[in-house]
């Protein structure tokens, strides 16, 4: 006979509004086996905790039920309050009565009656609850880290002086992400290369972090403290230690007029290249695609000028495996590409820019040696225009969230372009300016004030070349609405930030789950920002969703310390809620009859073969065994047993069944 | 091939030369063109701004006589009468108690089965596959194609080519033989119902956009509206005088084009309806240099 305790949760009233808690709470006492039930307003409190734990003790309760939220909210806190109270905390199961209940429902009898099923319902599974231990696994005090910008150049840093090992994967043949091609950085003004490329460097020669560039990760197997990453080293066509990053196979490469991705186009460079002057590593790969070589078959000019015959045509790519405990996404966000705005001109007229192309003509290492001239004819332009939001916040673009960095770029923009071109004359075209940071509406009027940039508070219409000048048609909603026109010399529109090409794939491989706009999606909102709900896989920066610089590296040093937190335990502790084969006694041993389906089914690759054997080390019998430490309870192979000779720990079939025959029964 | 025709209050007035381009384009492509019996106005800018009942009514009506004919598809060349059935269909159709009171007021059976098309819809389900092995006389100008506002707005109805920068029509005019030159004004408003009452400001509106196609060099603007073309031709002397210029630009209908390109005569076309002359340039092909390039790609971004 079981001594069950039910502990019904108002919830404030995100619970009680629509359901009778106490009603359910004094039903659920008369049912069968239930020894004590009680309601109370805030289950999780510390108050409500303790009324769970006195309970334990005083009824000498044998399993525990506590009617509340999801599982996924609160179902380790109050496992652990059993444990407290001596109970095993595999004997206390939660009930869904607010997410499957009292949000979904209006307030009635019927919502009541329907907390009251879902708590009968696991009353009978706790029932057959069976006391678990938790499982002990090794961790590999290894982090790996995907993307090498600020964010992971930051989190990689950090985890690496706790003294722990860093892989980087940089997908270009460079670190240093977008910060590297910033020009100034707000709100200080101080330049993006020359706080960045110190840390560039660090990671480089930090004892700690072994750096691939030019590499991806290419599928990741395992579990937390225990991932098995494979990444794919693409070729660079070049001996990296014979190397020494000279220079001259560059300045030979015939082919010169492939468009630089580092300057967003704007410039130009050879098919073997060093993506900038200040890259890490400062070793150049030969772009395959644009190669005369691989295209014709001949030139080969940069083997024959290599003073140390450093260059290897016929190098493939490499596949590294790596063991690692966690993982650390930090693969940052792209701009979107303006071709969502004919009406703008983008790609139609070389003078219409974006934000990241600004960064380079402004910056001193950029195409124009940071002095803005536009695109076209190289004239510096005396009246430019920047309009904010081109594409964020607007629904019928498909991005109907804020893209967060561009109102202070943009009055960076308008500040570095006075600064540099004393008579000119810009103009801000915006919707709202968001300036919530330290120092950043100070910023933003200094901006306005100082530097004389005219912000008008309107969308631009359309933009069109007329007599080599850019016309921008907008409007001036302070000035009642009132239609403006500027004829612009050059216009750089904010565009805005978007998830990574290839994100979502990356999600895929790396099992995390991402939102509608294939950002990756972190644990919650507000209280795990930096977990995934995979857990051993963290988050660093603007993959998350669009952030600064100080935020990137915010969440960069967090996901270093969750990662550092979890390399600091010897034994991982993992949910014993695995698959398990049954046994039983001589001569039946179990009820597997060795067919191994569950094996060719398992995802995880747990299922393991045990040889049976007599007296005489003879073979009798061979079983399938679960290995405790890959298994993850998916239950694939329960499903595919036909002796039912699996069954899941806290799942079984047993218990399932009891859960389904209480609902029958009503 | 039968297929419903919705002609509206200009087809039969100011816009005849439409009508009759339309119906002989047709003809050329072997379909019939079916006038639906009875149809009646379909409201226009009046009715939504006076009685909202009325103005789902009468759309409403059309298409459902229509639906009693047992006809598919309707083609409604005028792009305001366009709006207004497409938005009266998807109205209705995203609200089945108004749909009852709106059957039960036109006393008819609505479905809201029809499909509407436009005239470049039209052109684009029933004639551009067979287009280009008609053309016997390619329209070998310089044509600014103009698409106002009503074709293309509101974009999450209609879903019609791009709203700011639209292409259905450049591409007919390129297949047609001619050069869809690349210009600035291609949706901007020409004034409207406001040709009656402020002259001015039409003459304003459209002034600027005969202003851009003539300085970009265009030998016609192109247009798929009675309204765009009656302000834009029509009203030729005031935007004249407003701009201080004697533009003699020709306005001509889509169907029109395809008409010419097809080998059809400027009278069955309509072509001497205009107020202002169609008068072909001499020399049609212009130096390369002059006519301003469209830019179909857009910067490398990326490798």
Known sequence: ?666 | MKIGFYPGCSMKGGAREYQESVSALARVFDIELVEIPDWNCCGATAAHNLNKELSLSLPARIMALAEREGLTDIVVPCAACYNRLSLVQHELGADATLKSKVCSIIDLKYEGTTQILNIIQFIDKYITDKLEEKVVKPFNYNAACYYGCLLVRPHAILNFDRVEDPQSMDVLVTKAGGNAIDWAFKTECCGAGMSVSRTDTVARLSGEIMKDANDRKADFIIVACPMCHSNLDMRRPEINKYLGENITMPVLYISQVLGLAVGLDAKTLGLNRHMTEVIFPEKPVKAAADIPQKVVTTQKMEA
Not at chain 1, 17 to 29: H, L, M, N, P, Q
Not at chain 1, 404 to 412: D, G, L, N, R, S
Not at chain 1, 559 to 585: H, M, Y
Request: net charge neutral.
């Open chain 1, 1 to 666: 006979m079981s001594r069950i305790g039910v502990f019904v949760c108002h919830c404030g009233e995100n619970i009680s509004a629509t359901v009778d808690c106490e009603k359910v709470a004094r039903i659920s006492g008369e049912l069968k086996g239930v020894e004590f039930s009680a309601d109370y307003k805030y289950m999780c409190s510390d108050p409500g905790q303790t009324m769970l734990k006195d309970a334990i003790r005083e009824h000498k309760l044998d399993g525990v039920v506590v009617a509340a939220c999801s599982p996924r909210m609160h179902e380790p806190t109050f496992r652990n309050a059993c444990a407290e109270a001596g109970l095993n905390p595999y004997l206390c199961e939660m009930s869904n009565i607010r997410e499957h209940c009292s949000w979904v429902h209006p307030k009635s009898d019927l919502t009541t009656d329907k907390a009251e099923s879902l708590v009968r319902v696991m009353v009978e599974k706790v029932k057959k609850n069976k006391a678990l231990n938790s499982i002990k696994v090794p961790v590999t005090r290894t982090a790996l880290v995907i993307g090498g910008g600020v964010a992971g150049i930051q989190a990689a840093l950090d985890i690496a002086n706790c003294g722990h090992k860093v892989v980087m994967v940089e997908k270009l043949p460079s670190i240093g992400g977008h910060m590297s091609q910033l020009s100034e950085t707000f709100p200080t003004l101080d330049c993006s290369q020359c706080i960045l490329t110190p840390r560039m460097v660090e990671v480089a020669q930090h004892p700690n972090i072994t750096l691939y560039t030019y590499a991806e990760v290419e599928s990741v197997d395992g579990f937390i403290g225990n991932f098995k990453v494979k990444v794919r080293k693409k070729s660079k066509s070049l001996d990296e230690h014979l190397c020494t990053g000279c220079g001259l196979c560059t300045t030979k490469c015939p082919q010169k007029k492939i468009p630089n991705e580092f300057e967003r186009g704007l410039g130009f460079r050879p098919a073997i290249y060093v993506p900038f002057p200040q890259a890490v590593p400062n070793k150049p790969v030969i772009d395959r695609e644009n190669c005369t070589y691989y295209i014709k078959g001949k030139c080969k000019v940069c083997e024959i000028v290599c003073p140390t015959k450093a260059i290897r045509f016929d190098q493939e790519d490499e596949i590294v495996e790596v063991d690692c405990g966690a993982i650390v996404l930090a693969t940052g966000f792209d701009v979107l590409k303006p071709d969502f705005f004919p009406e703008y001109g983008y790609g139609k007229y070389k003078d219409v820019i974006d934000g990241l192309q600004f960064e380079r003509l402004a910056s001193a290492s950029g195409p124009t040696q940071g002095m803005i001239r536009r695109p076209s004819d190289g004239e510096i332009p005396k009246k430019i225009v920047f309009v904010a939001c081109a594409g964020s916040r607007d629904p019928a673009k498909g991005i109907e969230y804020c893209s967060k960095i561009c109102c202070m770029y943009t009055a960076k923009h308008a500040m570095l372009y006075k600064h540099k071109v004393h008579d000119g004359t810009p103009y801000v075209f915006y919707m709202d300016i968001r300036a919530g940071g330290k120092n950043y509406e100070e910023f933003v009027r200094r901006a306005i004030v100082e530097d004389e940039t005219h912000y008008v508070r309107g969308r631009v219409s359309t933009i069109y070349e007329k007599n080599g000048k850019l016309i921008v048609k907008g409007v001036d909603t302070l000035m009642g609405a009132q239609p403006v026109e500027i004829e612009a010399d050059m216009v750089v529109l904010a565009t805005a930030g978007v998830a990574n090409k290839g994100s979502e794939e990356l999600a895929q491989t790396v099992h995390v789950s991402y939102d509608a706009h294939k950002f990756f999606a972190e644990a919650h909102p507000k209280l795990k920002p930096v977990e995934t709900n995979t857990a051993g896989i963290f988050l660093a920066g603007a993959c998350q969703a669009p952030k600064d610089i100080p935020e990137s590296v915010a969440a960069a040093s967090g996901a270093a310390v969750k990662v550092a937190a979890l390399f600091s335990n010897d034994l991982l502790t993992r949910e014993p809620l695995i698959a398990v084969v049954n046994r039983q006694a001589p001569p039946v041993y179990s009820s597997c009859v060795g067919c191994f389906l569950c094996q060719s089914v398992c995802p995880y690759q747990a299922i393991e073969r045990e040889e049976i054997k007599n007296r005489n080390g003879e073979v009798i019998r061979t079983l399938a065994k679960v290995n405790e430490g890959l298994c993850q309870g998916c239950g694939t192979c329960v499903a595919l047993c036909r002796t039912k000779a699996i069954d899941i720990y806290g799942y079984s079939n047993q218990q399932v069944y009891s859960e389904i025959m209480a609902l029958l029964n009503d």
